[in-house]
């Protein structure tokens, strides 16, 4: 019996940041208070973290989808600049904190939210310049 191939799940990154920056900025009459608006973009900015580097590593070294996001991430270092793997790090740790919701701690703020949303913006340029 074999297994069906996967295929490669993409999402577009560029929706996704819109989503996000919909989130952050939104029209009036939205019902959802501004701390689940920022949970909310946080994780949309980092799955647009995830599927840029999925497709990053697809198209450079396709053994690496294999590996664990922690190993992707410390190998991004040789293939980007080590300050761009290192902001790399950075905002997807931050975004993933911000995911999460933890009894003690408040949630991300929009404010914390639209500059991740910034930086994830110039880390998908710098990715897809790197793969070009």
């Known amino acids: ?17 819109s989503a996000a920056d919909q989130l952050l900025n939104p029209s009036d009459g939205t019902t959802l208070s501004p ?11 980092r799955l647009a973290l995830d599927e840029t580097l999925d497709a990053f590593w697809r198209s ?18 040789w293939y980007v600049s080590p300050s761009v793997a290192r902001q790399w790090y950075t905002v997807w740790s931050g975004l993933s ?13 929009p404010a914390e939210v639209r500059a991740w949303h910034q930086d994830v913006s110039e880390l998908l340029r710098v990715l897809a310049a790197a793969r070009a």
Do not use: D, I, W
């Open 1 to 17: 019996m074999t297994t069906p191939a996967r295929s490669p799940r993409v999402l577009p990154t560029n929706e996704l940041l």
């Open 35 to 45: 701390g689940v608006r920022a949970r909310a973009a946080a994780t949309l900015l």
């Open 60 to 77: 450079v070294s396709p053994r690496m989808t294999r590996s664990t996001g922690r190993t992707r991430m410390l190998c991004l270092q």
């Open 97 to 109: 904190a911000a995911c999460h919701y933890h009894t003690y701690e408040l949630p991300p703020t």
